[in-house]
């Protein structure tokens, strides 16, 4: 591809990811997308705090937080003295949700009627939290439900089985939901300690987009009293200690599944928060290894190896960094072992500079992609900001990397020494 066809579609990308973006007095941010011609909204209200966030200290008090809290305080938000917050979506036709993660909490909706109402529920809930010991215990049980779900879901027991094995310390072993004794421990102080540390508004992030302008999304926040300064707190995070004992190198275990799954984890140096190019470059190795464009892909999906689920992903949050090879095939043991000798040919040898443009381009192509939804516009825009930049910094530092770049990362990522091998066989 010439330079000149790669300069129109960097511009295009860029231009396509412009947002309009307000800091208010209270410290929340405010990112707005507005979707001529779109009739529904999408917003998301998040929070940087999540799952790994289990230390702390608020205003020089120490706080340590059982397995599970983030996503126990997830389902809290959406319960009050004046009832449920579901029920209230309900009578404007909204579908609402949430969901945790390693390093964030969201809360979303998405409707194409009663705008105003819908974002004052929204900032409603998740500012005037309400937490008592007895809808604590009654959530407690609920969650245990939910636990036992996760416990059997083939991906997820292969996700957090990898990530155990590659992580001695890091909290991003523990499951998101904690376990049914883990958050037995929590208590109203704990959870408002929570809130008080991390959904302060200048730890959060409302993104809007569709059919919506900035000044009516700011006109909510001004009905929710977040256009004036929110009283102060100290908070710190605990650091992170280094991870340098070698992982665990194997793990097996059988589950009812219909054919063998596995999963080829290797643990990375950290990507710093605000290293978007970094974060970029993780996400852009694994395509190069494994994605569709790949003759390593064709040839284990030609030999009926692997199915369309097959895939490559990194995953970057606080204090720790991983790729992993996930999929169900009859003999997983050939292909990870496939996708090793791929990576260390890639070392040797080299990116092929084709591919390497091919897989790049691809990644423009997902990017306006999603900013051709609603949902995906707003939580794209929201999940940047959480990661210290903006959709159009990653526009950037992908158009800045280099076949180069990739041969150097393939020379200190992926080693064998920090993987591990996770296969789940059919019971019986």
Not at 123 to 137: C, S
Not at 240 to 260: I, L, Q, S
Not at 336 to 364: C, H, S, W
Request: hydrophobic share 40%; charged share 25%.
């Amino acid at each position: 591809m010439t330079d000149l066809a790669m300069d129109s579609i960097r511009s295009r990308t860029a231009g396509a990811v412009n947002c309009q973006t307000a800091v208010l007095p209270s410290g929340l941010t405010v990112l707005c997308r507005t979707m001529p011609g779109y009739g529904s909204v999408h917003a998301m209200y998040a929070t940087a705090f999540g799952s790994a966030d289990r230390d702390f200290a608020l205003d020089g008090r120490s706080i340590r937080l059982p397995a599970g809290t983030a996503h126990f305080l997830e389902h809290k938000m959406f319960e009050s003295e004046q009832g449920d917050a579901f029920d209230l979506y309900a009578k404007t036709g909204a579908s609402a949700n949430a969901f945790t993660g390693y390093d964030r909490t969201c809360y979303i909706f998405t409707a194409t009627d009663q705008i105003d109402r819908n974002l004052d529920i929204l900032l409603g809930m998740v500012g005037n939290p309400w937490f008592t010991e007895a809808t604590i215990a009654k959530e407690q049980g609920i969650i245990g439900q939910e636990i036992k779900m996760y416990d059997d879901s083939p991906d997820w027991r292969l996700m957090t089985g990898m990530l155990r094995c590659l992580y001695r310390q890091h909290p991003i072993r523990d499951d998101i939901a904690g376990t049914v004794d883990s958050i037995a421990q929590l208590t109203p102080e704990l959870l408002y300690a929570c809130t008080d540390a991390f959904y302060r508004p200048g730890n959060m992030v409302l993104s809007v987009a569709g059919n919506i302008t900035l000044d009516r999304a700011l006109a909510a926040c001004a009905r929710a009293g977040l256009d004036k300064p929110a009283p102060e707190r100290t908070v710190v995070r605990a650091p992170r200690a280094p991870e340098n004992d070698p992982p665990t190198p194997e793990m097996h275990f059988t589950m009812p599944v219909n054919k063998p799954c596995f999963a080829l984890g290797y643990r990375q140096a950290p990507v710093a928060w605000g290293d978007v190019r970094g974060e970029m470059l993780a996400d852009l190795l694994p395509d190069l290894v494994t994605g569709g464009l790949t003759d390593l892909y064709r040839t284990l999906y030609d030999k009926g190896l692997v199915n369309p689920e097959f895939s490559g992903e990194a995953l970057c949050t606080a204090g720790c960094s991983a790729v992993a090879f996930t999929g169900e095939s009859e003999d997983p043991r050939r292909v990870a072992d496939m996708v090793r000798a791929e990576i260390a040919r890639l070392r040797r040898e080299g990116v092929d500079p084709e591919l390497f443009t091919l897989v790049k381009n691809q990644m423009y192509g997902e990017m306006l992609a999603d900013l051709e939804c609603v949902e995906d516009a707003a939580e794209a825009m929201a999940g940047a900001f959480l990661r210290g930049h903006t959709l159009s910094d990653e526009v950037e530092a992908l158009a800045g990397l280099t076949v180069q770049d990739a041969d150097a990362a393939l020379q200190t990522m992926m080693l064998d020494e920090a993987s591990t091998y996770v296969e789940i066989q059919p019971q019986g």
